[in-house]
C-alpha cells in the first residue's frame, strides 16, 4: 500500500460542497479584497485563539519580519530564537537588519527556555519562539523570563494553530502571534495566507496601517508599508475551515497516538511529550542516526516522508555572513542530520497507519544486519 507524506484532498472532499458553494459566493460578490470575510475570519479568529485583535495578512513571513518591524526593532538590535527552526522564523528578524541569537533546542525540540538567559544582553531587545511541530514551548518560563528583562515577546504560531500549554493557546501568551495559513498547516487555506494575534489595540492599528502601503486612509501614507493582505476568498475558505479545526486536529492525535503506541523500533526515537502541553501534531518527527537510509527504506515500501529541516539556519549559505561555524550549535545541527516526518494527514485509514507502523518496527539499518 502506498501511503503519502500529506494528502489535503482528504477534508477537502468531505466537505467540498461547502468550500466550493462559500468560493462562489465570494466570486460572484465583486468583493475581493478586505471585505466582510476577512473581517469575519479576523473576529473568529482572535476569538479561537483568546485574543483582542487578529490582523490577517499574506503569509506568515510578512508576519514575522511586519513584527519586528512595528516594535521598532532593527539594525543594532538583537532578537533570541531557536536555532533549529525553518529559515522563515530567522528572516523575520533580519529582513529589519536586526541580529539572530540562535539558541539551542531542549528535548521536545523546542527552545530551551533554561538557555535563554545567558544569551541576553544589552542589545537584546526580543525573544521570538517557535511552536515547532505543534508542539509548544515551555511559555510560563519564556514570558517570565521576557518581564523580567523587558523584552518584547513574539510567538511563531506557523506550526500549532490550537495547540495550549497549562490551558491556554500558542499565539496569545506574547505581545503578537504570527500564523500561516499554507496549504499544509493545521488550519490551511487554498492559497498562500497569513495574519498576527495581538491585544494591544496600537500594535492592531500598526499592522492593519503596514499591510496597506503604510496607509490609514487610501493615498495618505505615515509610513513606508508594504502589500501584505489576506484576501477575501482565502478568508471565507478559512471562515469554513475554522468550524472543523479541533476536529481536525484530533484527527491527527489519534494518527500519532496509534504511532507512539505501535511503534517500537530501538534505533528509531519517538517524539516527546509536554505534559503542561496539548500538541496538535502539524509533524510527528522522529530521529534516528541512519535517517538518510530510513528515507530510502520507506520510499521502497511505497511510504512517503518529508525531512524538516536539513540544514539549520546559522548554516545556510543566505547566513554565512554570521561566521556561525559548523560544530557551533551541536544539538540543532544533530538534529538536522536525524529528524524525519512521517506520513500525517487528515482522514488517515487504519490501514495506511498500520502499514506505516509495520515499516518502522521492521526497519533495520544495514549496519546493524546480522
Known amino acids: 500500500m502506498k501511503v503519502p507524506a500529506n494528502n489535503l484532498l482528504r477534508h477537502f472532499e468531505e466537505h467540498q460542497q461547502e468550500y466550493e458553494n462559500k468560493a462562489l459566493e465570494i466570486l460572484r460578490s465583486g468583493s475581493y479584497i478586505l471585505g466582510d470575510e476577512v473581517d469575519r475570519f479576523e473576529k473568529d479568529f482572535a476569538s479561537y485563539i483568546g485574543t483582542s485583535y487578529c490582523v490577517g495578512l499574506g503569509n506568515c513571513l510578512d508576519a514575522l519580519w511586519l513584527s519586528f518591524r512595528v516594535l521598532g526593532i532593527g539594525a543594532g538590535d538583537e532578537v533570541i530564537v531557536q536555532a533549529n527552526t525553518y529559515i522563515a522564523s530567522v528572516m523575520g528578524i533580519t529582513i529589519n537588519d536586526a541580529t539572530p541569537v540562535f539558541v539551542e533546542p531542549d528535548a521536545f525540540h523546542s527552545i530551551d527556555a533554561d538557555k535563554i538567559e545567558e544569551r541576553i544582553t544589552d542589545k537584546t531587545k526580543a525573544i521570538l519562539v517557535v511552536h515547532l511541530y505543534g508542539t509548544c514551548c515551555e511559555m510560563d518560563k519564556i514570558v517570565a523570563i521576557a518581564k523580567k528583562h523587558n523584552l518584547y515577546l513574539v510567538e511563531d504560531c506557523a506550526q500549532s494553530h490550537g495547540a495550549t500549554y497549562q490551558g491556554q493557546m500558542t499565539g496569545s501568551f506574547g505581545d503578537i502571534g504570527c500564523f500561516s495559513f499554507y496549504p499544509s498547516k493545521n488550519l490551511g487555506a487554498f492559497g498562500d495566507g497569513g495574519a498576527i494575534t495581538t491585544n494591544s489595540p496600537e500594535l492592531d492599528q500598526a499592522f492593519r496601517m503596514y499591510r496597506f502601503y503604510g496607509s490609514e486612509k487610501r493615498y495618505y501614507n505615515k509610513v513606508v508599508g508594504t502589500n501584505s493582505r489576506l484576501d477575501e476568498l482565502q478568508a471565507g475558505l478559512l471562515n469554513v475551515k475554522l468550524r472543523y479545526l479541533d476536529a481536525l486536529n484530533a484527527d491527527r492525535n489519534r494518527v500519532c497516538m496509534t504511532y507512539l503506541n505501535k511503534m517500537n523500533n530501538p534505533v528509531i526515537a519517538l ?74 494527514f487528515y482522514g488517515m485509514t487504519d490501514a495506511e497507519i498500520d502499514t506505516v507502523v509495520a515499516a518502522i518496527n521492521a526497519f533495520v539499518p544495514k549496519a546493524l544486519e546480522q
Do not use: C, M, N
Open 271 to 344: 517524539p516527546k511529550l509536554r505534559v503542561q502541553a496539548t500538541t496538535v501534531w502539524h509533524q510527528f518527527v522522529v530521529t534516528t542516526p541512519y535517517r538518510d537510509e530510513l528515507k530510502d527504506y520507506l520510499e521502497t515500501q511505497g511510504i512517503g516522508s518529508i525531512i524538516h529541516y536539513p540544514i539549520p539556519p546559522h548554516l545556510s549559505e543566505a547566513y554565512a555572513y554570521l561566521k556561525i561555524g559548523p560544530g557551533s550549535l551541536p544539538i540543532t545541527e544533530k538534529l538536522a542530520d536525524e529528524v524525519l516526518s512521517l506520513p500525517l
